[in-house]
C-alpha cells in the first residue's frame, strides 16, 4: 500500500519535473533554432531583448503571449475548438515518459516504450483535425484533411523503421536497447544501422510536419493552417507541442539509433543531451534549406518510395538477425 | 455546385497574394476547379492624375505604378512626351537611362526571386533562406541607385528630354564591384535551387501558359518568353540606344514555372552585361538637350499623340500620351504587363493543387501596383 502511495507521488512530482524541464527546453529551442536560422540566412536572429544574442527573447515572448486575448470565433464548435491545444499538447508531454536520460533516470521505463511512444505520438492527429474543424474555417478544414493524410501514410513506414532497432535488439524497452548498444551503436551497424537511420530521418520529419513537409500549416497557401482561428495561449500550445515532438522525435532518434547515455569522460545525461542536440540541429539545417514539398507529392513519396523502402529494410534486418 | 466543393477566397488579406489581390477559388478537396481573379484594390487614378498634373511633374508619380521597376515606368512615359516634342535625347542621356533601367531590373528580379521562394517555401522554412539572400544583393544594386538619385525605390531620374542626374564620382568602380558579386551570386542560387529535386518537382509541368494562350491575352515579358516567343521589346523596337548593346533574348520551352524562372535568372545576367557595356562605352556630353526645365511646366509638346514601349522586368509597359499644348497631358493611358499577367490565372490554374496557385501566381510575377494602375 505505502510502496503504491510512492509510486504516485513519483508519477506526479517526477512528470511535473520532466514536464517543467521539458517546456523550459522547449523555450530555449525557439530562441536556437531564430538564431540558428538567422545564421543560415546572413542575419543576426534575436539581439536586443536581453542583450547580448537576446537571451530574454523566449521569456519576453511567452510573457507576451500569456497578456493577449483568447478570441473564439463566433461559429466555432465550441468543444472542439477548445479543447484541440489540450489534445496536441498533452500526448505531445507525455512522449517523454519512457525515454531514458540517463542509467536510471527514467520517469517510466515501459516494457513497450518504443510501441508507446509510436502510440502516443499518433494522438496529437486527432487534436489537430478537432482544431480545423472546431476552427469553422475553410482554410483550417484544408489543413486539418492534410494533417490526416499526412499523418497516416506515414505512420505506417516510421512504424515499420523503428521496429528494425527493436528487432535486432530483441527488446521495446528503450532504456534496454541503450544498454545492448554498449558495443556499438545501432547507426554503426553495417548497412541496416544506415539505412534505418535515413528511413526514420525523412519519415520523421514528415511525421514531425516539419518543413520541407510542413504541408498541414503551409502558411504561403493556407495562412496558418489548424492554428489560423487560435491566439494566446491556446496558440501556444500548439506551438509548444510542436517543439516538443521534434524534441522528442531527436530524443528517440539519439537513443535508437546513437547509443543513448552511452559515451566516454563526460556523464551520460550530457552525452544524451549532446546526441538530441545533434540531430535536432540536423532536422533543422534540413528545414532552413529546402522548400515545401506539395501535398500530393508527399503522399505519393510516402506510399510509392518510402512504404516499399521500409519494407525492405525490416525484410533485410529480419534476415540479418536470423 | 458539388457538394464537396467550397469557395475560397485568397486575399485581399493573405500572405502570398503579392499585395491586394483576391483570388476566388472552387476547390474540390485540393484539387483547383476554377479562378477568378479580382482586381481593384489598389487603384489610385494614375491615369486621371495624368491630366491633372504637368508633363516634369507626372514623371515622379508615374514610379509609383510599378513600384518594383520605377525607372522603366518614368522611361515609357518620357519617351512618349519627346515623340510628340520631337526631341532629340543626347547619347549620354540614352545610355544613362540604360543603365538606371537595366539595374532596376535585376533589383526587381532579385526581388521576384525572393518572394517566389517564399511562396514555395514558406516564411517558415528553406523559402526565406533564398528570400534573405536575395534581399542581400538588391541591396547592394539599391546602394548604388540610392547614391546616384538619393531614392532607394521611386527615383525620379528621368524627365522629358533627358536625364536629371548624372553619375556620381566612383561609380563605374563600386558599379563594377558589385555587379560581378550578383553575377557570382547568381549562379550560386541557381545551384541552390535547381539542383534541389523538390524545386524542381514543385515547378516542372506547372502552370503551363503555351505559346497560343500568351498571345491571345497579350501577355509579355519573361511569361511570353518562357513559352518559347522570342519577344523583348529592347530588340524588337530598340529605344535608347539598345542597338548599341550586345545581349541575348533567352527563351524557354515549354512555358511552365520552371522556364520562367530560368529566363529570369539568365535576365539578370543580361542585364548585367548590357549595365557593363553601357559603364563602358559612356561618351562624354549633355545629359539634357538644354539648359534644365526650370519650371514645371516649362515642358510643353506640340498638339499631337503618341505612343511608346519599353520592356519592363514583368514585360511590356505602354504609355499613350495625347497632348494638347498645354503644358498638361490632355489624356494619357497606360498598357501594364501585370494586368494580363493577372488575368491569365484563370487559364492556367484550374486543374492544379491549392499549393499550385501560389507559385503559379508568384512565376507570373505581378505587382497590384502595376495591375490597378
Excluded at chain 2, 548593346?245 to 542585364?271: L, N
Aim: aromatic share 12%.
Amino acid at each position: 500500500m505505502i510502496a503504491d502511495i510512492w509510486t504516485w507521488i513519483w508519477a506526479f512530482v517526477g512528470g511535473a519535473i520532466l514536464a517543467f524541464i521539458a517546456i523550459l527546453i522547449i523555450a530555449y529551442l525557439t530562441w536556437i533554432e531564430r538564431k540558428f536560422a538567422g545564421r543560415a540566412q546572413s542575419r543576426i536572429g534575436p539581439y536586443w531583448v536581453g542583450r547580448p544574442h537576446g537571451w530574454l527573447q523566449p521569456i519576453a515572448d511567452v510573457i507576451k503571449i500569456m497578456l493577449k486575448e483568447d478570441i473564439v470565433p463566433e461559429d466555432a464548435d465550441k468543444i472542439s475548438f477548445n479543447l484541440a491545444p489540450m489534445f496536441v499538447f498533452v500526448p505531445a508531454m507525455m512522449l517523454f515518459a519512457p525515454i531514458p536520460i540517463s542509467e536510471g533516470l527514467v520517469l517510466s521505463d515501459l516494457t513497450l516504450g518504443l510501441l508507446y511512444f509510436l502510440a502516443v505520438s499518433s494522438l496529437s492527429a486527432i487534436g489537430i483535425f478537432m482544431a480545423g474543424w472546431g476552427s469553422n474555417s475553410k482554410y483550417a478544414m484544408l489543413s486539418g484533411m492534410r494533417t490526416v493524410a499526412q499523418m497516416i501514410s506515414y505512420e505506417v513506414p516510421l512504424v515499420l523503421t523503428l521496429i528494425v532497432p527493436a528487432l535486432s535488439y530483441g527488446s521495446f524497452k528503450l532504456s534496454e536497447i541503450v544498454e545492448l548498444q554498449k558495443g556499438g551503436w545501432f547507426l554503426t551497424k553495417p548497412f541496416i544501422g544506415q539505412t534505418t537511420f535515413l528511413l526514420f530521418l525523412l519519415a520523421g520529419l514528415a511525421e514531425l510536419k516539419k518543413p520541407p513537409f510542413d504541408v498541414p500549416e503551409a502558411e504561403s497557401e493556407l495562412v496558418a493552417g489548424f492554428s489560423v482561428e487560435y491566439s494566446g495561449m491556446k496558440f501556444a500550445f500548439f506551438y509548444a507541442a510542436e517543439y516538443a515532438h521534434l524534441l522528442a522525435v531527436s530524443a528517440l532518434g539519439a537513443v535508437l539509433f546513437l547509443g543513448g547515455w552511452d559515451g566516454p569522460f563526460i556523464p551520460g545525461f550530457l552525452w544524451f543531451f549532446l546526441k538530441t542536440f545533434f540531430l535536432l540541429f540536423l532536422i533543422l539545417w534540413i528545414r532552413w534549406s529546402f522548400i515545401r514539398v506539395r501535398i500530393d507529392q508527399i503522399i505519393g513519396f510516402g506510399w510509392k518510395f518510402l512504404f516499399p523502402l521500409s519494407i525492405l529494410n525490416l525484410a533485410i534486418a529480419g534476415l540479418i538477425v536470423l | 455546385m458539388r457538394e464537396e466543393e467550397i469557395v475560397l477566397s485568397m486575399g485581399p488579406q493573405h500572405p502570398s497574394t503579392h499585395g491586394v489581390l483576391r483570388l476566388i477559388l472552387r476547390v474540390a478537396g485540393e484539387e483547383v476547379l476554377s479562378v477568378e481573379p479580382e482586381i481593384g484594390y489598389l487603384h489610385r487614378g494614375f491615369e486621371k492624375l495624368g491630366e491633372a498634373s504637368s508633363y516634369i511633374g507626372y514623371t515622379p508619380i508615374v514610379d509609383r505604378q510599378d513600384y518594383l521597376t520605377s525607372a522603366s515606368n518614368e522611361f515609357a512615359f518620357c519617351l512618349a512626351a519627346e515623340r510628340i516634342a520631337g526631341i532629340e535625347v543626347p547619347k549620354r542621356a540614352q545610355y544613362l537611362r540604360v543603365i538606371a533601367a537595366e539595374l532596376n531590373r535585376i533589383a526587381s528580379h532579385l526581388v521576384w526571386l525572393g518572394t517566389w521562394c517564399l511562396d514555395l517555401g514558406g516564411a517558415l522554412g528553406g523559402g526565406t533562406t533564398i528570400y534573405m539572400y536575395c534581399f542581400r544583393e538588391r541591396e547592394r544594386i539599391l546602394d548604388l541607385l540610392e547614391e546616384w538619385t538619393g531614392a532607394r525605390l521611386l527615383y525620379g531620374i528621368l524627365q522629358p528630354g533627358g536625364i536629371r542626374y548624372d553619375l556620381p564620382r566612383g561609380f563605374h568602380e563600386k558599379a563594377k564591384e558589385s555587379l560581378e558579386l550578383v553575377l557570382s551570386r547568381i549562379d550560386e542560387y541557381h545551384d541552390f535551387l535547381s539542383g534541389n529535386p523538390v524545386f524542381v518537382e514543385r515547378t516542372r509541368g506547372v502552370g503551363v501558359a503555351s505559346a497560343e494562350l500568351c498571345k491571345a491575352l497579350g501577355l509579355s515579358g519573361p511569361i511570353i518568353r518562357g513559352a518559347g516567343i522570342p519577344f523583348d521589346v529592347r530588340k524588337a523596337m530598340p529605344y535608347s540606344s539598345y542597338e548599341d548593346f550586345d545581349f541575348t533574348i533567352p527563351t524557354g520551352k515549354d512555358g511552365d514555372c520552371y522556364d520562367r524562372y530560368v529566363v529570369r535568372m539568365e535576365e539578370m545576367r543580361q542585364a548585367i552585361r548590357i549595365t557593363m557595356q553601357a559603364l563602358e562605352g559612356l561618351p562624354e556630353g549633355p545629359i539634357n538637350p538644354r539648359p534644365h526645365y526650370r519650371s514645371p511646366v516649362a515642358f510643353r509638346p506640340p498638339k499631337g499623340e503618341a505612343i511608346s514601349c519599353v520592356e519592363s522586368p514583368r514585360g511590356m509597359i505602354c504609355a499613350y500620351i495625347v497632348s494638347d499644348g498645354t503644358e498638361r497631358p490632355y489624356r494619357v493611358r497606360w498598357r501594364t504587363p501585370s494586368f494580363a499577367a493577372v488575368q491569365a490565372m484563370r487559364y492556367i490554374a484550374p486543374g492544379h493543387k491549392v499549393a499550385d496557385m501560389v507559385s503559379i501566381l508568384g512565376s507570373l510575377d505581378p505587382v497590384l501596383g502595376d495591375v490597378d494602375r
